[in-house]
């Protein structure tokens, strides 16, 4: 049976790019459960407690799973690749000791890192992607780091493509999964990024249906898409204009999406996304909009 999760990101606890004030992790998961969630992810390191025991009385006491860990490595960038691999195994270790082989290590570029692709989120072009000798350094990273997760921890990674990040756009997706091995790498499939970078999330759903291992749910409004494309938004602006909408207000075929992943035989997470930076929004009044637009879809 597919659960439904929520993550801290909803709540603009934002691994990468602008700081800010936003809830502490206690209301953050009282107000996942009381939305109606099975589950959360870690969120920015040192955002839930880090202490083992600690970490895992407070998702008890809520009754929620912990069901991955968000990890940003530079992967085009060989000398990244060490520290990279040591804050997966710190996070896989965190997890293993909390929910056991289950979650997953999500895997993903340092987003917002690079100039001219969080300048041009939603609109890149083949200028703005990486070179050949980049692509063998990117997917030689993505590998041996779910290599490390997998022999020390015993836990399986998953690769979230993500806006302005070297894996962004549906070729760029392709590459890297060309380039990878399907058994040890899977795919984190994000429906809102992918549909931002120009694809069809449920097209993506039967492409790579061997590799769909994680789900996350987010939404794209076309019409600020549109609107950061015509006017040039960098990333954080557009998601500051809201081009992440609550579940149902914008363009991606939810139902679609979970049919083809039901079709398939899909039994893990659906964790829903609404990315939003520190203190924007209502997060709770969302979360709970969101789950009540998946109970009418049959989650």
């Known amino acids: ?54 970490l895992g009385q407070e998702l008890e006491a809520r009754e929620l799973e912990l069901v991955g860990a968000f990890v940003p490595v530079a992967l085009a960038n060989a000398e990244a690749h060490a520290d990279g691999t040591s804050r997966a195994l710190r996070a896989a270790r965190l997890l293993a000791a909390v929910s056991g082989q289950d979650p997953f290590i999500i895997l993903s570029d340092d987003n917002g890192a690079v100039a001219s692709r969080t300048e041009n989120a939603g609109r890149i072009r083949p200028e703005h992607a990486i070179g050949e000798g980049e692509w063998e350094v990117f997917a030689k990273g993505a590998v041996e780091i779910a290599g490390a997760v997998r022999d020390a921890v015993g836990l399986r990674t998953v690769f979230h493509h993500h806006s302005a990040g070297y894996v962004e756009t549906p070729w760029e997706l392709a590459q890297l999964m060309e380039r990878t091995d399907r058994g040890l790498l899977g795919l984190c499939l994000d429906t809102g990024h992918y549909a931002f970078g120009g694809g069809d999330p449920v097209e993506a759903a039967e492409r790579y249906a061997d590799r769909v291992w994680h789900v996350h749910f987010k939404d794209c409004h076309p019409e600020v898409a549109v609107r950061s494309r015509s006017e040039g938004w960098d990333y954080f602006e557009s998601v500051r204009e809201g081009v992440f909408a609550e579940l149902g207000k914008g363009d991606v075929d939810f139902a679609g999406v979970l049919s083809t992943l039901e079709d398939q035989g899909y039994s893990g997470w659906i964790v829903v996304e609404q990315d939003v930076l520190p203190g924007m929004g209502a997060p709770k009044e969302s979360a709970s909009r969101n789950r009540a637009y998946l109970r009418k879809i049959g989650l």
Do not use: C, H
Request: net charge negative; glycine share 14%.
């Open 1 to 54: 049976m597919i659960k439904v999760a929520n993550a801290p990101v909803s709540w603009g606890v934002i691994e990468f790019g602008p700081e800010g004030d936003t809830a502490g992790y206690d209301q953050v998961l009282d107000e996942i459960r009381e939305t109606g969630y099975d589950g959360t992810e870690l969120g920015d390191w040192g955002f839930l407690p880090t202490d083992p025991k600690k």
